[in-house]
């Protein structure tokens, strides 16, 4: 069973809680080993569903595409959720761009506005919690990228050489979950390929296929036809 945000020991005291949508999916392992490297505890809202909706309806101020309205609700829980002392909402002004050839790697300006939106809604100090945003540009040099980190580092008390251990850590803890997706891919394509299955494959960003809340039950529907 899940052990309470308020029964866990951390650094501090200090448990971050991080909201399962937009770049959740894709960016979640590195930075849970980056706060876990650093003695943070990390818990996360409820993924999507009716629930979370729900609680984004009591808040949202726009008319945003559904993924952005579950991170209204995602908040909103976390913001419940006893023990949780900050909620991780980065500003991803640039990405690391996959093909080395491309010159940008640009998140949906909602996914880069969404911190600054949802600060415009929520009082953390209500609630006794704080936001954690750090404005950060992945696509410029390591040495740069660090820097960055230093600086959203020094916010948490962490001293210079702590976090580029724990930067360390979630590089590699963010390449070991890119390797696995990959064997597992190319895994499912050999079977396929030796049994004689045919297979769909659904192109869309992460947090569309991959939250069950989302994907509308696609992937089961498609499933059920063979």
């Known amino acids: 069973p899940a052990v309470p945000a308020a029964a866990i020991k951390t650094r501090d005291g200090r448990v971050i809680g991080f909201p399962a949508g937009l ?64 909620i991780f909402l980065p500003v991803l002004l640039e990405l690391k761009p996959f093909d080395p050839a491309s010159k940008h790697a640009s998140p949906c300006p909602q996914v880069t506005g969404a911190p600054y939106a949802l600060k415009g809604v929520f009082n953390p100090e209500e609630h006794g919690k704080r936001f954690l945003s750090p404005e950060l540009d992945l696509s410029v040099p390591r040495e740069e990228i660090l820097e960055q980190f230093e600086r959203f580092g020094a916010g948490l008390g962490l001293p210079r050489g702590e976090v580029r251990r ?46 069950g809340g989302l994907n509308m039950g696609v992937p089961r529907e498609v499933r059920k036809h063979g």
């Open 23 to 86: 770049n959740f999916w894709e960016n979640f392992p590195f930075w849970h080993a980056f706060f876990n490297a650093a003695g943070f505890e990390v818990v996360t809202s409820r993924t999507s569903d009716k629930h979370i909706l729900d609680l984004a309806k009591q808040h949202l101020n726009i008319d945003p595409c559904l993924p952005m309205k579950m991170m209204y609700g995602m908040v909103a829980d976390l913001l419940q959720k006893e023990g949780v002392t900050d």
């Open 166 to 211: 724990a930067f360390d850590a979630a590089e590699r803890a963010s390449e070991d979950f890119s390797k696995a997706q990959r064997a597992e891919g190319a895994k499912v394509l050999s079977e396929m390929r030796e049994q004689g299955q045919k297979g769909v494959v659904f192109l869309s960003r992460p947090y569309s296929s991959l939250d």
